[in-house]
């Protein structure tokens, strides 16, 4: 191996660290699959998916700011932000956050929430 093939590794690997979770190396884990292992969605199910986009693109600012402060995503929301810029903001959390999916999957199934029960459902649809 060559200086150079060492040098493209290191700052793939510098990359992979800055979009993963600021954590103590001690608590760093690689148990996501690589984007080449991840399972492909099955077509039939991109109609549905399309639709509970659709779906979430209809909440305002404050719902979604409900939904980032009970489960305490560790997100910052800009006034000038978009609703679009936080939708994106919590599904780039949530596919980063296993454990954070799990909560939402539960949180979908309780009944004492202040979040819209239309918003967690099309969530959780998602994340399925």
Same mark, same amino acid.
């Given at each position: 191996?060559? *200086?150079?093939? /060492? ?15 600021? /954590? ?33 693109? &209809?909440?305002?600012?404050? &719902?979604?700011?409900? /939904? ?11 006034? *000038? ?24 999957? &539960?949180?979908?199934?309780? *009944? ?17």
């Amino acid at each position: 191996m060559k *200086t150079h093939e /060492v040098s493209k590794i290191l700052v793939a690997l510098a990359k992979a660290l800055q979009q993963a979770p600021n /954590v103590n190396l001690e608590q760093l884990t690689f148990n996501q699959p690589l984007p080449s292992q991840r399972k492909k969605p099955n077509p039939s199910d991109i109609p549905m998916a399309l639709s509970a986009l659709v779906a979430l693109s &209809q909440f305002d600012k404050a &719902q979604w700011r409900a /939904v980032i402060e009970e489960y305490k995503f560790p997100i910052e929301v800009r006034n *000038t932000e978009s609703t679009r810029d936080i939708v994106g903001k919590i599904l780039r959390h949530l596919e980063q956050d296993s454990e954070a999916r799990r909560k939402l999957k &539960q949180a979908v199934q309780r *009944t004492k929430s202040d979040i819209n029960p239309e918003l967690m459902t099309a969530l959780n649809f998602l994340l399925k």
